[in-house]
């Protein structure tokens, strides 16, 4: 899978290789500045952000809140500002899906 961010309109704003939760973090955090000072409507998508495979299918359709991407060793950076990063453990405790 690429490794490209793209906005909402379908507009390239940058990378993550699907390795480090905290570099995704960084990245986003990046992304949001330049917007915001182009004063862009161009939105990002938790759901379309690079390596989605990577993050449990059972996890896939989860909405408690926002999961920006799952790195290789299972830890997601989620929030609506990516602002957290969470074990997948952790996660799932708050999902209505029974993972048992």
């Excluded at 390596?51 to 290789?72: K, M, T, V």
Aim: contains cysteine; proline residues 2%; hydrophobic residues 35%.
């Amino acid at each position: 899978m690429a490794d490209e961010i793209t906005t909402d309109g379908g507009r390239v704003v940058g990378t993550w290789d699907g390795k480090v939760a905290e570099e995704l973090q960084i990245e986003l955090t990046r992304i949001w500045n330049v917007l915001r000072e182009e004063n862009a409507r161009d939105r990002l998508v938790a759901r379309k952000m690079p390596h989605r495979e990577q993050l449990p299918e059972d996890l896939h359709s989860f909405n408690a809140y926002h999961i920006w991407g799952c790195d290789l060793d299972g830890r997601c950076v989620v929030g609506t500002r990516a602002d957290r990063v969470e074990a997948v453990d952790k996660v799932r405790t708050f999902s209505l899906i029974d993972h048992h």
